[in-house]
């Protein structure tokens, strides 16, 4: 065990994070050359394109240090984005060292901060690393104060490095032996094994990595989950090197895969503890949380027909990824679809490409929507996933939407028009620091304001530079009411927004004009209104066409203008009838796709 | 030809609403009436707006093949001839391109030529289409003589400033002059007008429209200008009036011929009493044609079915197989579940619509396979569907895309 070190990187997107575990892995002779895949950590297709990763994977890597001996260095990937924060504190919890990754040439970023304090939690030795130095624009002396200013870590023994040119590696291999504790644990103990991350391989089912904290476990043994209970027969156990390596046993301090034959990846859920059903450990190691949702928003099949096709390919995607949520739903607008539960803006993105990308769908998504807490008038309290189903205001008591506290890093040069948007979104300043030309801004946010635009304009009024990481606060009581769209008199459901009554009438006026301009002229007059209940805020009036007639039919040709009605009216079956009015699929997605345009 | 076939009658009991199971093939009881295009190709220059099958002449000031393309057409025809065998001829059409580039002599010897191989009616309306230049104007007298009796003028405008946006080669005044030369040897001219032309305006639209009024001609086409694809008004389309003001045009000009005793009765036709195109009537009652020359079209019934063929397009193309015998570039029978579209596409331009019993003679299909279809357009207020007769209402003329929408198999 003394020759054990578990460790993570911690890093912003970009920071190089992926491109140091490479390096690790070919240091230490984890992949031949021809196997060395660059940034084989990142396996998705996805990842690799957004450069971000998903899915906590690991390599047990062997490295014969300075002082002779060989250790087993075991890293443990984390997922780099602020949806997926709880698998990162798993897998932070599974070790005992994280690298702090910063890119010397920009310095600390919020979601650094928010997965640094994580480990600083959980006790997790913190070993400062700057990358880039290769880079003409590094300033390693910046980075250095940044990280001792923003998140109090000793920087004075940071190891500068460059993942990319290879500089600095064996240094960064000698301070994980030297710096990272060895994993403490009683082999003889019941068996306590914590679930990093799970997925579903086609072959052998749910493979599962874990950190065994304390005992031993064999293939042939009967293992059961804490928090549910289960029991299922242990067939294999291996590490990753990366490639997965079949081990006789997996003892405390070690890392690995348990293959157990279970068939539903909800039953080994991350943060759970295995232990021995015929002896159980007292009880499970602290932490595990049931994650639920907190975005969601209607998927709906372009071509109704596929509706099938899409049931099958969420079906698919959730046999690797146990925190999507989905369940039919009808839209009058829409037709049928699904309503989906996401960890976050990002994993809906990741989501919603994956089905177009991996299994070709081409998709309507709803808004996004988080959930709302509705005390009603009985006083009851139910929990609201789709704007459309909204209770009549006379039934309602009270509404609650989620808070947020969102820690925001940027460049001081921004602060003013941040702050301005902050406020702009109802967001309450809880505090406000300046490290160097870093500023850092800690909101209080409702969170429908955040899944509406939030990034995106965030992202633009700090061009890019300001860095965003949040996590759940609190219900609160807001004024908060549904404002609906109707085309025709007739109520779009797919439109609906739960919007605070402030914004309410700026926000009906600007979708009832982008949908005037989306709506093509049909052969009557169509109102676009927007009403909260029954009270219209906005309304615009799409004229009606005067005329839809080929002027000339040339003599005996008729094929081409044939082609050509067939074309208006191919055009026509892909728009959604709502009433009477004829919409285009792409004015969907326009009001849908808020703001991007403006 | 002669044999009379029986056009069955939906068996008893079965509903209008519920399809109607179509024959193999339409069973048409006697052949529809017979017309005779011939398409001249070339032009002068080509405009930049006009998407027909028209080609100028390679190398500047090289002769037109007058002679090669008669002698073609000819050829053509009397291929043409089994398929139409014994069967009058009531109209020609000699379009274009511009063929009043022909020499009076050539259009003589073409005329001359289907003379000899088809019986034609002694009263046919035979229309050449002409540009309004003074060239061409010069020949109008000989092309009388050569048989001609209906001239089709493409006018335009005559307004200077609008024909050099439409990259015509002709000036108001050789606009006017030509139609005084043309009604001086033809009774019957007909003037093509266009408007929602590049930056133009209500007002001069209308003036357009009173100076062709001016000439008390019998019948006017007034065209909407489209920019049609693959052409480069449709790559790079000019300030065109937008649709509410194109439609405001179309008001004006619909009621000012309305007070001028012109019948509205097709889309963009318009004509004083008995000066209807016959022609063009012959094509929106979904008859038969036969068409020779460059991408002429055809359409010919016959006790097997309806066929649609086109010569071969290109003009060097067509010459070039002519010698062989070979004529066709495409040649296919209509199918039965595309006639109902085909046949309403043209009969409902017609502001009168049809008799309810020509669907049945000119599709050889009963009435009761667009029950559904009639039934829907009726409901939305496109059609109206008397007791003998099927038209589209006024809402249906100006909808008449969506109309025919209906009757489009999916």
Known sequence: MQHIRNFSIIAHIDHGKSTLADRLIQYCGGLSEREMESQVLD????????????????????????????????????????????????????????????????????????????????????????????????????????????????????????????????????????????????TQAPLKALIIDSWFDNYVGVVMLVRVVDGQLRPKDKIQFMSSGLQYLCEQVGVFTPKSVGREQLSAGEVGFIIAGIKELEAAKVGDTITLAGKPAAEPLPGFKEIKPQVFAGLYPVESSEYDQLRDSLEKLRLNDASLQFEPEVSQALGFGFRCGFLGLLHMDIVQERLEREFDMDLITTAPTVVYEVVLNSGETIRIENPAKLPDTGKVAEIREPIITATIFLP???????????????????????????????????????????????????????????EFKEYRTADLVKLDLLVGGEKVDALSVIVHRASAQYRGRELASKLRELIPRQMFDVAVQAAIGSHIVARETIKALRKNVLAKCYGGDITRKKKLLEKQKEGKKRMKQVGNVEIPQEAFLAVLRVDDNK | ????????????????????????????????????????????????????????????????????????????????????????????????????????????????????????????????????????????????????????????????????????????????????????????????????????????????????????????????????????????????????????????????????????????????????????????????????????????????????????????????????GDFVQERREVGVEELPFEFMMNTLRLTGGFQTSLFASRTGLPLAAVAAELKQAQARGLLEVGSDFIRPTERGRHFLNDLLQLFLKD
């Open chain 1, 43 to 186: 396996s998705m297709d996805l990842e690799r394109e957004r450069g971000i990763t998903i899915k906590a994977q690991t390599a047990a890597l062997h490295y014969r240090a300075r002082d002779g001996q060989v250790y087993n260095l075991n890293l443990i990937d984390t997922p780099g984005h602020v949806d997926f924060s709880y698998e990162v504190s798993r897998s932070l919890a599974a070790c005992e060292g994280a690298l702090l990754v910063v890119d010397a040439s920009q310095g600390v970023e919020a979601q650094t901060v928010a997965n640094c304090y994580t480990a600083l939690e959980q006790d997790v030795e913190v070993v400062p690393v700057l990358n880039k130095i290769d880079l003409p624009a590094a300033d390693p002396e910046n980075a250095r104060g940044e990280i001792e200013d923003v998140i109090g870590v000793d920087a004075s023994e940071a190891i500068l490095c460059s993942a990319k040119t290879g500089l600095g590696i064996e240094e960064v291999l000698e301070a994980i032996v030297a710096r990272v504790p060895a994993p403490k644990g009683d």
């Open chain 1, 412 to 470: 001081q040069d921004y602060v003013g028009p941040v702050i301005t948007l902050c406020n702009l979104k109802r967001g309450v300043q809880v505090d406000m620091r300046y490290h160097g030309r870093q500023v850092q801004l800690i909101y209080d946010l409702p969170m429908n304001e955040v899944v509406m635009d939030f990034f995106d304009k965030l992202k633009s009024v700090s061009r890019g530079y300001a860095s965003l990481d949040y």
């Open chain 2, 1 to 324: 030809m002669n044999e009379r076939r029986i056009i069955p009658i939906a068996p008893a009991g079965r509903g209008l609403d519920s399809p109607l199971p179509l024959p193999q093939r339409p069973q048409l009881s006697a052949p529809p009436p017979l017309a005779l295009y011939v398409h001249f190709p070339w032009c002068v220059r080509k405009c930049p707006y006009c998407d027909f099958n028209s080609h100028t002449v390679r190398g500047e000031g090289s002769p037109l093949p007058e002679a090669e393309w008669l002698q073609a057409v000819v050829a053509d025809l009397e291929a043409s001839l089994p398929q139409v065998w014994g069967r009058r001829v009531h109209s020609i059409f000699i379009g274009g391109g511009t063929p009043s580039l022909l020499s009076a002599a050539g259009l003589d010897t073409l005329l001359t030529a289907i003379r000899m191989r088809l019986p034609l009616d002694p009263l046919a309306e035979i229309t050449l289409e002409a540009n309004p230049g003074t060239v061409e104007a010069a020949r109008f007298r000989d092309y009388r003589a050569a048989g001609i009796n209906r001239l089709s003028l493409g006018i335009q405008s005559f307004d200077d400033a609008m024909l050099g946006r439409l990259g015509r080669i002709h000036g108001g005044d050789e606009a006017r002059r030509a139609i005084e030369i043309a009604q001086a040897s033809f009774e019957r001219v007909n003037l093509d007008l266009m408007y929602a032309l590049p930056e133009q305006s209500l007002a001069q639209a209308l003036a357009d429209l009173e100076t062709a009024l001016a000439f008390g001609t019998g019948h006017l086409s007034c065209y909407h200008l489209t920019m049609e694809p693959n052409t480069p008004f449709g790559h790079s389309p000019p300030p065109v009036p937008d649709e509410d003001a194109a439609a405001d045009m179309q008001d004006a000009i619909e009621s000012r011929l309305a007070a001028a005793g012109f019948e509205h009765y097709e889309t963009s036709a318009f004509a004083r009493p008995n000066q209807h195109s016959r022609h063009n009537l012959n094509y929106w009652s979904f008859g038969d044609y036969l068409g020779i020359g460059p991408g002429a079209h055809g359409k010919l019934s016959s006790h097997e079915g309806i066929v649609r063929e086109m010569r071969h397009k290109h003009p060097a193309r067509y010459l070039e197989g002519a010698a062989k």
